[in-house]
């Protein structure tokens, strides 16, 4: 679906969001977009809300492609990256969790060995 502008096409992002507390922040963007402030300049007054829409970087880009008239292929171009940089943690999160895991429960045993405790149970005789 093709929309003549930002303004016609915010209505649609706010149904669409499943986030509940999101949906109704960006629903507040909506009378100062109505009266004629660009996506940029309305995100810009919501920074101070408590309820943050966005982040400098994605402020830029929206402004950015405002003014380039690239809007549509700026805002794709940092959910790849934001897409990119989400992989990369979570690869990163799985290749460590298990060495920290291991790490543990190595720390576990050399703490019951030099302690005397022992990995097992202890036999006492009556």
């Known amino acids: 679906m093709r929309y003549a502008s930002q ?6 992002a706010v149904v669409s969001n499943e ?4 949906s109704k922040a ?4 909506q ?3 109505q009266r004629g402030a660009p996506l940029s300049q309305a995100l810009v007054q919501k920074i101070a809300d408590p309820m ?7 402020l830029e880009f929206i402004a950015t492609g405002e003014a380039s008239g690239t809007l549509p292929a700026m805002l794709f171009r940092h959910i790849n990256a934001e897409a ?14 298990p060495r ?6 190595a720390g576990w045993m050399a703490y019951g060995l030099l302690t005397g405790g022992g990995l097992g149970t202890r036999i006492t005789t009556i």
């Open 19 to 22: 986030n509940a507390s999101s």
């Open 84 to 97: 990119e940089r989400l992989a990369q943690y979570w690869s990163n999160v799985a290749a460590w969790a």
């Open 100 to 105: 920290i895991a291991y790490a543990v429960v």
């Open 52 to 58: 943050y829409l966005g982040h400098a970087d994605v």
């Open 7 to 12: 303004r016609e096409a915010l209505p649609t």
């Open 26 to 29: 960006y629903a507040q963007l």
């Open 31 to 33: 009378p100062t977009m």
